[in-house]
């Protein structure tokens, strides 16, 4: 985020260990942002263009400037097997700076979905290829490709700063970035809190109460909580 | 709505009669809302989490503070069958306060859905399981349990009062509550409306006109409407 | 747009060629937009009300008033086979002007679908018909008739100029609008921006990149584009 | 907010008593919010139309229809001096309701300021009237007289509800309604704040820190705070 | 609105005549936009940069491309005395497309103000040197140079159509554009408005009620309308 | 942004040197944006509570929770003269976090002002005390003080990256971040800026064109503008 920052291109990337990508790959966002302590949330404007999307792995990130796509086809010739592109724009736009033919370029080249603080088009064609993308917006407006921005900085995505490298995991809740140094910290966490709420769902279903099942009663009555009839 | 609002839990309240809850439930968001003159709209923000989803039943009310779901559990265990769960917040607060852990409880108990005036999330969760949601927001971001709020006081849910015991119909055009008072006189408007209707379908869809139909070409012809060519 | 412009109803009207109307149906939005030289967009706000409805027909004007949908009937007789419905409001509105009884009766006089910068209600039964519909809004609350209003006037929909006849193409990624003095030559380009697609489609889905298909390379280093390890 | 709620206008209401309205006029509208134990906060959406605008009375509450304003005119007659027009429409619309030649007429009877969740025009005059407006929208489209609402009957107003009588308070902060029932407690718990707060205020001038003055530091140390060089 | 419009600079457009411009000026967009009808508004998130901007002029206007100012300084050759500049961009964008140096160039070649569907920058200064501008944002992100648009060419600009030559009068209530045909007609009709409005406010003033001075009582009373106490 | 970055205060940070922050008060953001090559501005929706506003300062970053200011608390021990609280929020919330007595405080302890991506209150007094405050929303209503923040960790403002000890400027145009490693260099490039702008200001003035002064006419026929009479 330096002066120096726009017309860079970062060929080489420390990337989160696949291991620790796969295994965040089992959970949902809301699972892992619970276990990452409720940090790397981006804005809830992020939605998933059709529904059921979701998406996991290693960061390659994108600024762009509004209107303009250029950068998109400089990331694509960066991408490894198991890379999400994540987009941020220096300012908000809703132009749609990404359809079918990128989606095509970017399978082919490794990538496994797409995270843009902007908009997207081709949204049937998207759907048909099962491309995940999660976006702003919905524009059938296309973009030029006349100005520099930059790949492989860290950027702002929806409020959220991301690296290259780190993980990206996204699904209907929303889209949520663990950092590389944190990813299998994080990985273990999700395992631990996803196997105590496998048998919390178990006691639920039968009828008992959270009210009883977290003991939450006596504190309660501490808190002054007053029943009447 | 006065000082004495808050950590007050009703635990007896009357619910509108099972039979107009049933009859209720035969019409759309649409015929009820004119069937009762148009009022009791919740605003239209308010969206289903899945296509599809609809639901109605018997409102029990919580008020909650922003980040905060604690009031949840407390509603839990005063539900009976028919129920649904009807979330008020102090202030616009779009984190997630409900996920498929709640569901499963409130199912346990007798609840039919839920109705939010905030954010949800495990939308893949409650898809499955077929779980209607009404909500303004998504969001992965999780809340505590720390601050008292109120269940089963009179509540404005999205722009509308809703007192415990009246009854919400959601479906995919929106949220709307029948006051208890009224739900048989309401229901048995709407089935009226509803059989005006399908005459009216009938009739337009072999091309009869509107025009025609309602008698309006006088009345046109009287507010000045030019016709040229 | 001007001071005799309420309350008159256009009986005849040039409607674009049926060929060109065809030819463009099999084009999508964001296709045809390009193909025009990126204008008469209508904002991305303008969504379909369940996914994958798609239209393409020639426009009827409506201008309507907030709360007030009486010129749809009028308008309903002035439809022919091809024709969509197109509704401006003379302020913004998000009631529910449309619903499935007019829906009936826009489809028994040829209706293909409706663009309305309002609300619309009613979706689960659009969505069962299959009838096509962009809106800005869903809601249940329903409008009267009692304000003159106008059809077939030029009208600015969700901003862009629609003009009656003029040729209207909307699905998932939203809604343009081809004048019909240049549907025909719109046509044309669009099919020629399809063909050169297909090739590149093939050749990026063999993993070439678009660096090398598009000739990029010398451009970016010419702009100043660094690479760093 | 029942079938019959539509076309009556109340002759008669309680109001707050006097004495208690001149006291909260004292207060800004934070510190009545808060004496009140955080309820009756209108939405933060409604704004002064001139900065440092700012009312107290009692409420004559109005329901209008979007478009319309004719129960402005019905209300005007029924104003004493000391109340403040509280207006509601049964859906969102931004128009100008309002302008100088009603704010003349209001001031005129007693009025002391409108509360409207919807739009205003005439900013101009009415802010060389100081005539105080608190409102959702700014628009200089106009309203017609055609359809009846309600004078006098409780509404949601902002997401508040609003009674005939009650207090509505104002200013740069937002508009919160204090309910007749209890105003006079409000008043007095504000005074009670009010006068805390100036000598914590003296004490936080000289430089004395919050932490200190209200004994933060053993709670943060519990709850984990860990201080880092 | 064709194929043709990119890049095109009308140099000699009509202008609406001096003397109907002049008499325009003296009225507000709230009686204006009355006296022709209700049409012609710009939407009301078009606001004053400083409050009590005012401007009345002819239209000069351009279309931009999101981020990208350059048909602004192609404008400041082609203004004349009394010109307003209005700018439509071609999709939405907030970015600050205007500031002081370009403000003292279109005040020292004639021009009076700007109505801009977009962001600008320099408020301070602008303010300072009480320079009228009506626009959607304000926003300290500057724009580049390097993307053909037109000017005075036909432009929908916050969902109003703009032509050249067209009045533009803007105060704090809005933007309303009063096409060149006519204005005269239109200036004519709000000094009839204007005289009417002063008699009404003196009787108001005098505490007269509209209901009778607008004789509404016994239309209300047809309608329906209900005392109660 | 990491796992441990909860509950932690920094209490020593590196602060630009004062030189630089002395110099960069002197511009404009639109100017320091400019000059820093168009990155580091907050979302466009950060807005000053009066006009005129403005502000310059090293950055103490806090991070609250929806709902909590108790850091706010902890952050007023760490300031030192010429500081500049900037708030950040985990999830968005526009309560009013702020209001007189921390400013009070804050004064009193050497902070110039306040960047909040959340809501403030006390309007009336803050603007009394000329205490300059950039925030997202107004709202009266409070927060609670129960939950650990951080302060002095990086933090994501409004979509902007800010460290402690940052610079942080803001004027009627927005907030723009200065890093620390630059700020002396864009404090020079920002002189240069101003010093070449105020030669063309006087050039513009005297009615000279940007397009001679500036050169573009022939780069624009290069790019195919065509003039039409």
């Known amino acids: 985020m330096?002066?120096?920052?726009?017309?860079?291109?970062?060929?080489?990337?420390?990337?989160t260990?696949?291991?620790?990508?796969?295994?965040?790959?089992?959970?949902?966002?809301?699972?892992?942002?619970?276990?990452?302590?409720?940090?790397?949330?981006?804005?809830?404007y992020m939605r998933p263009i059709y529904a059921g999307a979701q998406l996991c792995g290693t960061a390659v990130t994108v600024l762009l400037h509004p209107g303009d796509n250029w950068m998109m086809h400089v990331a694509a010739e960066l991408l490894r097997e198991g890379d999400v592109v994540v987009v941020a724009c220096s300012a908000d736009c809703e132009d749609g700076f990404f359809g079918e033919l990128l989606a095509t370029s970017f399978r082919a080249r490794g990538g496994r979905g797409l995270v843009i603080d902007?908009?997207?088009?081709?949204?049937?064609?998207?759907?048909?290829?099962?491309?995940?993308?999660?976006?702003?917006?919905?524009?059938?407006k296309g973009t030029i490709k006349a100005t520099?921005?930059?790949?492989?900085?860290?950027?702002?995505?929806?409020?959220?700063?991301?690296?290259?490298?780190?993980?990206?995991?996204?699904?209907d809740d929303g889209v949520v970035v663990?950092?590389?140094a944190i990813a299998q910290q994080v990985a273990d966490a999700a395992a631990?809190?996803?196997?105590?709420?496998?048998?919390?769902?178990?006691?639920?279903?039968?009828?008992?109460l959270g009210l009883d099942m977290y003991g939450m009663r006596e504190t309660l009555a501490t808190a002054g909580l007053k029943y009447v009839d």
Not at 2 to 15: T, Y
Not at 153 to 166: E, K, M, Q, R, T
């Open 118 to 140: 902007g908009g997207v088009r081709d949204v049937k064609d998207l759907t048909a290829m099962q491309f995940p993308v999660f976006s702003r917006a919905i524009s059938a």
């Open 148 to 171: 520099l921005g930059s790949v492989n900085i860290p950027v702002v995505c929806a409020g959220a700063l991301v690296n290259p490298g780190d993980v990206v995991v996204a699904d």
């Open 17 to 44: 260990d696949r291991a620790a990508v796969e295994q965040l790959s089992r959970y949902g966002v809301a699972t892992i942002h619970e276990a990452m302590g409720r940090v790397g949330l981006l804005k809830p």
């Open 2 to 15: 330096s002066m120096n920052n726009l017309g860079i291109v970062k060929r080489n990337i420390a990337r």
């Open 192 to 208: 631990a809190r996803e196997n105590n709420e496998a048998a919390k769902r178990k006691r639920l279903a039968a009828g008992e």
């Open 178 to 180: 663990v950092p590389l």
